[in-house]
Structure formats: C-alpha cells, structure tokens
C-alpha cells in the first residue's frame, strides 16, 4: 500500500492506495499534519468505480470506455473522501470555479455546454486577476455564516486548479445559445439544478445532509442563468453581471 496525508478542503486526510498515482496526483496538497480521517482503497472499490462508469456510459448511450485500474482508484478515493466530508458540511460539485479579486465564481452546466470554455473566456478577459480554483470537481464548504469554494486534485481533462480556497460570490447555470443573456433566478429554480450537479451518496444519512446543505446554499449565495455562445462576449456578460 502507497499512504500519504493531504490537506483537501481545510481537512487532513491519510490516503491508503493500492497504485502510486493517486499520491503523484496529490502532491500540491501533501502535509506533514496529523490526520483528521483516513479512507483506504481495495480491489473491491476499483471493481466498483469500473461498472458504475460503463453503467452511466450505457444509459448516456456512448462507447463504453475502459480505465486503467489506476485512474480507477483515484475516483474511489474522491468518492470516499467526499461521503466523509459530508459530515463537515463540505459537497462536492461537478462545475467549473474561477476566483477574481479574491471572490469566487461557480458555473455550472450539462457536459459539453462549455463551462471549461467559459471560465477560459474570463481568464482572456481578466487576464492575470483572474485564477483558476477547479475545472471539475470544486467542494463548496457551506455554513450559517459564508460558503467557501476549495481547489482540489480532481481537476478534469485539462488539469486546471490551484490549491487555493475563497469565498464564493455566485454561482451561474450555462445554457447554449445564440446571444448572451444573463437574468437572476430563484432559489426554488436554482434547487434541483444544484442538486443534479452536487455528489449523490448512497447513504441515506448523508443524502439528507446534502439536502440540507443544498437548502442554506441556495439562501446565502446569488443564483444565476446564462444563455451564452463562446464568444468573449459571454464573459463580460456574466462577469459584469456577477460582480
């Protein structure tokens, strides 16, 4: 076994792997503190990591994909880091998180909308002051008092993040279109589109947190929709919108 401490969302946890890559993978986030929690990785879990992808591959009616045992285990640890940090009022989110001048900006859409394309707009746009926090999977730290987004290893394709936290100002649905426009929404039409996106565990107990996390997100932070093509355009729409 490869073991390894790293500090993912405020949290120390130990790492136990059967493969090396997911400790390379983590190296930005690598701490001598003591650990908080420790999840562990077996052959089981990678088992289960491969037929849950070529499940969802099969209902979303692609090509079945095959990954190597390796890549495997790195969403295995995620998956069991995520249930554990649940219990911190600490979601996952599948989304694309950009920070300008120290506020952080979440967008969110179906695969293949453009939410990497978008927050690349925003880098051309803002140039430096603009950072990439995560370009997959941000976790979203959510109390009574603020929500705070986190960069993680779990970056996507492009392997864009940084190893930063800071408050989130808004969060913004992407849909494709010919011009851009952007309009506030409620929360009522923000819930289920949020809780498509956030990490769905199996455990009934932390499903209720979640839902519960979803409900105080949707209080404290602004909700938008953005109808959007991938012109530069797009992006001082929303930027001006959102800031």
């Known amino acids: 076994m490869y073991v390894g401490n790293y500090k993912i969302a405020g ?98 859409a179906k695969s293949g909308t453009g939410k990497s394309t978008h927050t690349r707009l925003w880098r051309k746009l803002l140039g430096n002051s603009a950072v990439m926090i995560n370009d997959d999977k941000p976790l979203l730290h959510i109390t009574e008092n603020e929500v705070t987004v986190y ?34 929404i409620d929360k009522i039409k923000a819930y289920p589109k949020l809780l498509q996106h956030s990490y769905h565990s199996l455990n009934l107990k932390n499903m209720k947190k979640t839902l519960l996390l979803i409900d105080l997100l949707v209080e404290k932070i602004r909700l938008y929709e953005l109808g959007c093509n991938m012109e530069l355009e797009a992006a001082k729409v929303s930027y001006e919108a959102m800031k």
């Not at 997911?22 to 999840?39: L, W």
């Not at 070529?54 to 190597?68: C, L, S, T």
């Not at 249930?83 to 920070?99: C, T, W, Y």
């Not at 394709?157 to 309009?183: A, E, M, R, T, Y």
Request: charged letters at 30%.
């Open 11 to 108: 949290q120390v946890v130990e790492i136990n792997s059967i493969y090396n890559g997911i400790h390379k993978m983590c190296e930005k986030y690598k701490t001598i503190e003591p650990q908080e929690f420790s999840v562990s990785i077996y052959p089981e879990d990678i088992t289960f990591e491969g037929e849950k992808s070529k499940a969802e591959d099969k209902k979303e009616g692609i090509k079945v994909r095959h990954f190597k045992e390796e890549y495997l285990e790195t969403l295995g640890v995620y998956r069991k880091i995520s249930e554990l940090l649940i219990e911190k009022d600490i979601l996952l989110f599948h989304g694309s998180a950009i920070a300008v001048e120290g506020q952080g900006y979440l967008f969110i």
């Open 151 to 184: 960069g993680t290893p779990w970056d996507g394709k492009h392997h864009l993040s940084n190893n930063i936290q800071v408050p989130l100002k808004g969060i913004c649905f992407l849909n494709k279109d010919i011009q851009n426009h952007i309009l506030r």
